[in-house]
């Protein structure tokens, strides 16, 4: 845990003092949101057990999702709705989740550490971190936000549509999600573009 926060620590200098975190949840699945969140820290907050958010179980992301937000100095949520995603594909999606999160700060930051490979458009310098969440301590804790703001979304949305097992999917295409799919057809939920070779696969059955 101390590593990532020294990563961290590595970008502060005379003009770069608030570092804000970006991570996202959510662009594999096939039904949902897609989910970003900027977190800002102070240089001296340390939260144990802080780490990417897919080596954690569901519990312990749910107590540390507090601990972060009481933490922190700022932090910010973007979510972008699957008809959007099916619009204006994944990537974009992502992209826009993050410029929302950060927008949603009620803090400007100097430096925005973004995890993956692609940045979005920004007047404060950006930097991206290739696995990210496993490295920096604010990306982390973003990636932990953003994975149980979704995670809450799905569960909520399984109570219309239990048959589609989204508490416990959360949206991924796991094989009991897809026989839901093709048995009970789309919600307005699933991603529809995600959705093409299932539902034409079913069309070559005449299903």
């Not at 999702?65 to 099916?86: M, P």
């Not at 930051?109 to 930097?127: A, E, Q, R, V, W």
């Not at 932990?144 to 219309?160: F, G, P, Y």
């Amino acid at each position: 845990m101390m590593e990532l926060k020294e990563f961290d620590k590595s970008f502060l200098d005379i003009t770069i003092k608030r570092i804000a975190g970006v991570d996202e949840a959510g662009r594999g699945p096939l039904a949902g949101p897609v989910v970003a969140a900027a977190v800002i820290f102070d240089e001296q907050t340390i939260i144990p057990k802080v780490n990417d958010s897919k080596k954690l179980t569901e519990k312990v992301r749910e107590v540390l999702y507090d601990e972060i937000i009481n933490s922190s100095i700022s932090y910010g949520i973007g979510i972008v709705h699957q008809a959007e995603i099916d619009e204006i594909n994944i990537l974009q999606a992502t992209l826009k989740a993050m410029q929302l999160a950060v927008t949603g700060l009620k803090v400007i930051p100097d430096l925005i550490l973004i995890d993956g490979n692609k940045s979005f458009n920004s007047k404060i310098l950006t930097k991206t971190i290739v696995k990210g969440d496993a490295k920096s301590f604010s990306i982390a804790a973003a990636s932990i936000l953003a994975k149980v703001t979704r995670d809450r979304i799905m569960r909520e949305a399984s109570i219309k549509h239990p048959e589609y097992l989204w508490s416990k999917n959360k949206g991924y295409g796991t094989r009991e999600h897809i026989e839901a799919i093709k048995k009970y057809g789309a919600t307005e939920l699933h991603r529809k573009s995600f959705l093409k070779n299932i539902l034409e696969y079913q069309e070559e059955l005449g299903i």
